[in-house]
Each structure stands twice: as C-alpha cells, then as structure tokens.
C-alpha cells in the first residue's frame, strides 16, 4: 500500500505511526513544507522563553524516521490528481497514492486590516512564525497584541520575558468570554495584572500604521486611540488550510467536508485535523475542531481505515488544558460561557485568595449527572473525569469521591473538604459528605 499524508503535525505524524503498526509493508510518505521533521507546536512559547533548545521541539530523534521506514519529504503540495491518484509537488516531483490523507492544518485567521503586511505585524501558529518572532522583537520596547484567548497570553507571556511593555486589545468584555464565565476570566485578569500587562477591553484594531522604512510604528484603536508600538501579534484565531484541497476540486465549506469515516468527497481521500469539517456533527459537538488531542484522535482512527478495519470517528468527552502565566486550567464537557440551559446547575468554589477555582455543572433532573468541569489552579487525573462524564456520575458521587481526581503532589493543600462545605451551603437539597481524601493526610 502506497499512503501519502499531506502534513506532520500531530494528526499526520500520529496516522503514520498507526499505519506503520498496522501495516509493516505500507510504504508511508509525509510531505511538509513547515519543517523536514515533526515539531510539536503547543512548545513554541517555551523555546522563545529559553526554555527549551530547538531541538527539543522534536519529538522524535532524527534516527526514528528511517527506523520505522517513515519516507519525509520538504516540499509543498501542489494539486491533487484524484483520477491519476496522484499528489504534484512544488519540487516538480510526483507522488503516487493508494490513499491519500489530508493533514494540512490551519493558517492565522486575519481581518485584512490596513497596514497587516507591515514588518514586525505576524501572528503565530507555525515554526517559520517562531523563528520571524525570534528575529522582529529583538530590541523591541513596546508591542500591541490583538486577541484575548490561548495564543494572545502566550504571547503576551513571551514578550514580558524579554521585558517588553503589552498592551492586549480585546473585544470581549472579559478575557476569553467566548469560553470562559466571569468568574474564570477574573482568575485570568488576576495573572494579567500581576505580570503588568495592560488589557483593553471592549476595544478593537482598526488599522496599523507604519514608518518611512516600511515596519510597524502603532496601531489605532476602535476608540481612535493610537497606541505606540514596534511589533504587533495577531492572535484572532486560525483558519482551515484550505488551499490544496481548492486547488483540487475537494468539496469544502469552512473546511474540507468529511464522512464519520473522515473521508473527503473524492474516494481514497481523507481529511483530519485542524482542517477537515465533519458534515454531520454529533450532538453538542463542533464541526471543525482544532485541538491537540481531537488531531491525534483524528490521525489514529484514519490509519485503521486506510489499513482495511475501518473505523468511525468518535471523540468521546471534550477536554482542553492551558496555563495562564502561572495559573493551569483544565476544562472538561460542556461549560458554557454564558448562561446555562434551565436544565442545569452550576456549582463553583474559589479559594478566598483568588488562586483556585473549581466550576461542576451538573443537570437539574433526578440524575444530577455531572456535564462539566472548569479547574483553574488545581491539578485533576484526565482519566477520572473522563470517565465521570462517559458515566453521566452524579454530582454527589464526584463530589463524595473528589480526591480520586486531585493531581497535585502529594503534599500541596488539599482543597476538597472546602469545596464539598462550599457546594453543600449553595445546594442544601443534595447534601454531599466527603468520603474520600488524597494522599497522606487521607489516614490522619
């Protein structure tokens, strides 16, 4: 078998790796025009920060390629020839398929504001945005981020290491209000604050003005305010990387349509990752998801197909991690930013010093099951929520057994006996008693 797979990111790298398992004698080719080898990309921030070499943004040791007979190709693809199953690089060469996996990824979401082509105006989703980031706020003294969710306080985090003053527009009332409920954002603006960077709410990029010599020298506000700047990230989100599949006649929407199966309009052909869109979402379920896991989820389950066991795509309890600064949040189900449905309660705990927060929702019928978790400060076990959520648990039974999901060490505080006191003063009718503790204190 002859298997193609147009990117190497997670999704592309994880559906090789499957396939070769499955398929010792599959002949496996990965064409990329990012990078020769796999990076992982939630590490960018960290090796702007010094935190890690690049070569330690490489998953995989060079050798691992040719051991498991993993064919790379740098080279950017062209057009697909689905008649001829056939993908035409930029290098001239021609490459034959079987099966042919789409991975492409996403690309920087922009509104075409005046001035976006400036030198020192990017955003930053992929290794050549690192190394442009690297080389265009060397020296800088002031810079202007426009957007307030994952990639805006990265960046913000990476330029305060290198001492530059921020300044976030963002046109939400608080941070991230698409996602996060107030109480979550006042947690985030907490960090904000602590590291000095200045946010404007409510507030819009109109334009971005430049000098004589062709670079960034402020931005003007939806409030006419111009700011001063040397450098401007556009952290307003990502778009499907549509381009490929345009150019060869796959249908598309916001993404390149796929079945359950993932596969594309064209026989032999499939998408996943940031890129494909799923023609009949399950329900409360996204169309297009761009996360870590749901590519490598993504990746895998294409591989089964492509190999003969064909397999549906199912993403199970949807999960999400980040960090804030010095605040880790952890969101899993469904936790609507504004207000819930009717049908649901939500119960949330903070810590009296503002370091922790821990939001459940959980429905209003008879079976109080838990629908999901925000955890902003705390460290919980992944595998334990998800299978609370898999189970519909009750809220009582997660909150009587609560330290079996605490991940902190050992010998952090323990916060569970508040959180159950807290719960049991706001809904008295379902009266919960801690049955579980974690580590050494739970034999004291």
């Known amino acids: 078998m002859q298997l193609v797979i147009i990117g190497n990111g997670i999704t592309g790298v994880s559906c090789a790796i499957t396939a070769r398992r499955l398929r010792p004698d599959a002949h496996i080719t990965l064409v990329s025009d990012e990078s020769p080898?796999?990076?992982?990309?939630?590490?960018?921030?960290?090796?702007?920060?010094?935190?890690?070499?690049?070569?330690?943004?490489?998953p995989y040791a060079d050798w691992f390629w040719a051991e498991n007979a993993l064919e790379l190709v740098h080279a950017t693809a062209m057009r697909i020839a689905p008649a001829q199953r056939q993908v035409e690089l930029s290098t001239g060469a021609v490459l034959s398929y079987d099966k042919l996996v789409v991975a492409a990824g996403s690309v920087s979401r922009f509104a075409a504001w005046p001035g976006q082509d400036l030198e020192g105006v990017q955003?930053?989703?992929?290794?050549?945005?690192?190394?442009?980031?690297?080389?265009?706020?060397?020296?800088?003294?002031?810079?202007?981020?426009v957007g307030g969710g994952l990639i805006g306080i990265e960046l913000a985090e990476m330029l305060h290491s290198r001492g530059v003053s921020v300044t976030m527009l963002v046109?939400?009332?608080?941070?991230?209000?698409?996602?996060?409920?107030?109480?979550?954002?006042?947690?985030?603006?907490?960090?904000?604050d602590a590291h000095h960077?200045?946010?404007?709410?409510?507030?819009?990029?109109?334009?971005?003005?430049?000098?004589?010599?062709?670079?960034?020298?402020a931005v003007v506000a939806s409030d006419e305010q111009e700011i001063p700047c040397q450098w401007v990230g556009l952290a307003t989100g990502v778009t499907p990387n549509l381009a490929?599949?345009?150019?060869?006649?796959?249908?598309?929407?916001?993404?390149?349509?796929?079945?359950?199966?993932?596969?594309?309009?064209?026989?032999?052909?499939?998408?996943?990752?940031d890129c494909a869109q799923h023609r009949e979402p399950v329900a409360n379920e996204v169309a297009i998801e761009q996360l870590w896991y749901t590519g490598r989820n993504q990746g895998e389950t294409i591989a089964h197909t492509v190999c003969g066991e064909p397999k549906p795509y199912q993403r199970g309890p949807w999960f999400?991690?980040?960090?804030?600064?010095?605040?880790?949040?952890?969101?899993?189900?469904?936790?609507?930013a504004r207000a819930l449905p009717t049908q649901e309660h939500s119960f949330c705990w903070q810590h009296p010093a503002g370091t922790a927060l821990l939001r459940i929702n959980f429905r209003a019928?008879?079976?109080?099951?838990?629908?999901?978790?925000?955890?902003?400060?705390?460290?919980?076990?992944?595998?334990?929520?998800?299978?609370?959520?898999?189970?519909?648990?009750?809220?009582?039974?997660?909150?009587?057994?609560?330290?079996?999901?605490?991940?902190?060490?050992?010998?952090?505080?323990?916060?569970?006996?508040?959180?159950?006191?807290e719960f049991n003063r706001q809904f008295p009718q379902y009266p919960?008693?801690?049955?579980?503790?974690?580590?050494?204190?739970?034999?004291?």
Not at 123 to 145: C, F, I, K, W
Not at 320 to 336: C, D, H, I, M, W
Not at 432 to 444: E, I, Y
């Open 123 to 145: 955003g930053l989703y992929s290794l050549p945005d690192l190394e442009r980031m690297h080389r265009n706020t060397h020296g800088v003294q002031q810079a202007v981020v």
């Open 244 to 273: 490929l599949a345009q150019a060869s006649g796959l249908e598309t929407d916001r993404g390149i349509l796929v079945d359950r199966y993932l596969q594309t309009s064209q026989p032999h052909i499939y998408a996943a990752g």
């Open 197 to 217: 960077i200045r946010v404007q709410y409510s507030t819009e990029l109109t334009g971005i003005l430049g000098d004589t010599q062709g670079r960034v020298r």
């Open 365 to 421: 019928d008879s079976t109080l099951a838990v629908t999901g978790m925000n955890a902003l400060g705390l460290r919980q076990r992944h595998d334990t929520w998800d299978q609370w959520l898999r189970a519909a648990t009750p809220v009582t039974e997660v909150l009587a057994a609560l330290g079996a999901a605490n991940f902190d060490p050992e010998f952090f505080r323990q916060h569970e006996p508040a959180i159950v006191q």
């Open 432 to 444: 919960v008693a801690l049955r579980r503790r974690k580590g050494l204190f739970s034999f004291m």
């Open 37 to 58: 080898y796999h990076i992982s990309r939630p590490a960018l921030m960290y090796a702007y920060l010094g935190h890690l070499r690049a070569q330690d943004l490489k």
């Open 171 to 192: 046109r939400d009332e608080h941070y991230w209000g698409s996602v996060l409920p107030p109480q979550e954002a006042a947690l985030v603006q907490g960090q904000l």
């Open 320 to 336: 999400n991690s980040a960090k804030f600064f010095q605040l880790e949040y952890q969101t899993y189900g469904r936790v609507p």
